[in-house]
T-cell receptor, first 113, second 115 residues
Framework: AQSVTQPDIHITVSEGASLELRCNYS??????LFWYVQSPGQGLQLLLK??????LVQGIKGFEAEFKRSQSSFNLRKPSVHWSDAAEYFC???????????FGAGTTVTVRA | DVKVTQSSRYLVKRTGEKVFLECVQD?????MFWYRQDPGLGLRLIYF???????EKGDIPEGYSVSREKKERFSLILESASTNQTSMYLC??????????????FGEGSRLTVL
């Protein structure tokens, strides 16, 4: 079964600074990987996804993520954070032969002025 | 835009009550899901359905049941609510085919408190 670990529970970053959120997955074959964002009081929204091909994936809101098979990682990055990026971020992994999507515990991002 | 609507944003129920959480999607999606979200645990899958009247257990189905009589509607049922079911419940849907062929579209969530 697949699983996801997000090592950082909470990250605080200054507005305009760069952001990197870590995600490690466990899965025997090639995983399908996702990053979702949940703003306060809202449902989850897809930021980006990786199925195959180029290991650097671009998403919405200026986010990108890089798939590194050797490290079993799919870290999310943004070069310059805006106050509106304060939210909870979830990494998720899926498999080609399974309906289920497994989510990490989430990382809460606080943006300070 | 795809819209997933959860009818109740906030509910307060008493232990032992029967609770219905309703979810409706308007994009003719085949797959629908119920997740539970708890701090530090992320999202855990309770049940999912890939077709009308079809359902499969997720990772934490105990204490829950589901109903899907129409394609657009997926209900989560707590037969006898308990305090450990106090949580945020998220409904999601996705297009035909396996989940990983596309994204999950989520509702805004239903926050249930069981006293």
């Amino acid at each position: 079964a697949q699983s996801v670990t997000q090592p950082d529970i909470h990250i605080t970053v200054s507005e305009g600074a760069s952001l990197e959120l870590r995600c490690n997955y466990s899965y025997g074959a090639t995983p399908y990987l996702f990053w979702y964002v949940q703003s306060p009081g809202q449902g989850l929204q897809l930021l980006l996804k990786y199925f195959s091909g180029d290991t650097l994936v671009q998403g919405i809101k200026g986010f990108e993520a890089e798939f590194k098979r050797s490290q079993s990682s799919f870290n999310l990055r943004k070069p310059s954070v805006h106050w509106s990026d304060a939210a909870e971020y979830f990494c998720a992994v899926g498999a080609s032969n399974d309906y289920k999507l497994s989510f990490g515990a989430g990382t809460t991002v606080t943006v300070r002025a | 835009d795809v819209k997933v609507t959860q009818s109740s944003r906030y509910l307060v129920k008493r232990t032992g009550e029967k609770v219905f959480l309703e979810c409706v999607q308007d994009m003719d999606h085949e797959n629908m899901f119920w997740y539970r979200q708890d701090p530090g645990l992320g999202l855990r899958l309770i049940y999912f359905s890939y077709d009308v009247k079809m359902k499969e257990k997720g990772d934490i189905p105990e204490g829950y049941s589901v109903s899907r009589e129409k394609k657009e509607r997926f209900s989560l049922i707590l037969e006898s609510a308990s305090t450990n079911q106090t949580s945020m419940y998220l409904c999601a849907s996705s297009q035909e085919g396996r989940i990983n062929t596309g994204e999950l579209f989520f509702g805004e969530g239903s926050r249930l408190t069981v006293l």
